[in-house]
Structure formats: structure tokens, C-alpha cells
């Protein structure tokens, strides 16, 4: 933890739709508000800890923060099942209302991280955001389900993961990694893209040297080391990924911050 940085984890929403957060609070001086917009299924609880040391990270230089969790996923109310890509933009609009009331008067910045990216970039400019960044982002909604669901099936066909069964461990329509989608979920994601036009913001991607976010045409790029890249492709957890490569990116995204890289 960063020296008088307050965690503060918290459900916010209306009943029906409660979610899960947890604020990193500078002590004092808050310049600007960023909610953080987690990734999916497994690389949501493979990134946890990294995320809430960058958040913390963050809050320890000024810029109060929001994690929290998607409608059916992670602490948030509601199952597997009931997650929809299409019903994001409604917990997103939650998110940043509940940070704009931590953190009130001061420029709000959107981070997609992963497939949160898609849903960061469609809402952002809608939200009242007056910035976006991307970490390591999923650019083609398509493709990265297929790449999903061809790691799904040979996952269930290792036989070092079921070294007693004999053929492929059986999973439901709607399975994927381990999580039951809601049914067209998958649909839904695939037919998101950051191709097109942009949000309208200044836009600063974080990526590794060879990820798919150096295709996108931002304002800035910071680019991490390559010992960021393993961890997208990780299910077990194999070791931490290390907070202290992605330090480089952090103080560029803050330079980009006090240079203006936010409207206020």
C-alpha cells in the first residue's frame, strides 16, 4: 500500500443493480478522478492485485480511483449468467456518477483495461470523460473470442488438467473460460472494435511493444516491457505480474496528465 493512500471497498447503486467497488483515496490534493474499468472472466481475477497496486499507485500522486466490478461478475450482485457486454454502459454510468461523487470537480478520466476497452471506448465521451486510456487493449471484439473459446477448448481437452479423464470435460453452451455467459454474450462482445472513429478525447494507449493497442492511433503510447505481455495469456496463476515494470507507463500517464492530457 502507498503511504497515506485510503482503500476504501464499498457496494454502490440501486438495489436492483448493486455493485462492488473499492476507492483509492489520495489523503489530500485529489487532481483529477480515474474509474477503472477491470478485465473479463479469468484475466479479471488474474490482474487483481496488479490493478489495485496501480490504482493505489495512482492515488498516492493525486488522482482518486475507482475499481469495481461489472453487474454479475467479481463482488458485484447477480451470477455468471447475468453479465451482458450490452448492459455495461448502464453499471459504467453508476461507476462514474459514484466516483464524480468521491471526487467531485475535478476532470474524470475512463481506463479500459483488457475487453474493458471496448466498452471504455463506445461510453467514455457519453460518461463526461475528458480523457481515455487504454491498458493493453483488446481491439477486435471477434477475434478475441475466438481466441478465447480455442483456449477454452484445449484447456478442457489437457489432459494435465484432467489427467483421469478420457476425452474433453463437458461444458455448457454458454461456458467460457470457466464462466457461464449470459446466452449471446458472446455475440455481443464480438461485435464490438475500437476501429473507427475515436471518442473525441485524448487518448493514450499502454501497451507492450508487440500488443495490439500500438495499432490504434492515439495521442500518446507508453509502452511496457515484455514482461507485461504474459499475464493476458495466463490462467493459473504462475507468479505476480510485477508492479514495478509498469512504473514507466504510470509516470507517463501522469506527465501526460499535468502537461494537459485531460480536459478540466
Known amino acids: 500500500m502507498v503511504k497515506d493512500v485510503q482503500m476504501v471497498p464499498a457496494f454502490f447503486g440501486p438495489q436492483e443493480r448493486r455493485l462492488f467497488g473499492v476507492r ?21 481475477m488474474r490482474s487483481y492485485r ?11 500522486a493525486g488522482i482518486a480511483c475507482l475499481r469495481f466490478d461489472y453487474y454479475g461478475t467479481g463482488d458485484s450482485e447477480g ?49 463526461g ?14 477475434r478475441y473470442v475466438q481466441t478465447l473459446v480455442a483456449r477454452d477448448n484445449d484447456e478442457r481437452a489437457s ?3 484432467y489427467p483421469l479423464l478420457k476425452g474433453k470435460a463437458p461444458a455448457m453452451p454458454d ?4 464462466f457461464r455467459l449470459s446466452p449471446g454474450a458472446r455475440e455481443a462482445l464480438a461485435s464490438l472494435t ?13 501497451d507492450t511493444a508487440d500488443g495490439e493497442g500500438r495499432a490504434i492511433t492515439a495521442d ?26 509498469a512504473r514507466d507507463a504510470l509516470e507517463g500517464l501522469l506527465a501526460r496528465l499535468a502537461k494537459g492530457g485531460a480536459r478540466g
Open 194 to 206: 475500437l476501429e473507427g472513429p475515436g471518442p473525441g478525447l485524448p487518448l493514450s494507449v499502454v
Open 175 to 178: 461456458d467460457l473460460m470457466g
Open 50 to 60: 496488479f490493478f489495485s497496486q496501480v490504482a493505489s499507485q495512482l492515488a498516492g
Open 159 to 161: 489432459n494435465h488438467r
Open 220 to 245: 500518446a503510447h507508453l509502452t511496457l516491457p515484455a514482461t507485461l505481455s504474459a499475464w493476458t495469456n495466463e490462467i493459473d496463476l504462475d507468479g505476480l505480474i510485477p508492479l514495478r515494470d
Open 79 to 127: 451470477d455468471d449468467g447475468q453479465f451482458r457486454p450490452e448492459a455495461t454502459t448502464q453499471d459504467l454510468t453508476l461507476a462514474a456518477a459514484e466516483l464524480q461523487r468521491i471526487a467531485p470537480d475535478v476532470p474524470l478520466i475512463v481506463m479500459g483495461a483488457r475487453a474493458s476497452a471496448l466498452f471504455a471506448w463506445r461510453d467514455a465521451a457519453a460518461l
Open 129 to 142: 470523460a475528458s480523457a481515455l486510456w487504454l491498458w493493453q487493449p483488446v481491439v477486435d471484439g471477434e
Open 24 to 44: 483509492h483515496l489520495p489523503a489530500e490534493g485529489v487532481r483529477a478522478a480515474l474509474l477503472m474499468c477491470p478485465p473479463l472472466l479469468h484475466e479479471q
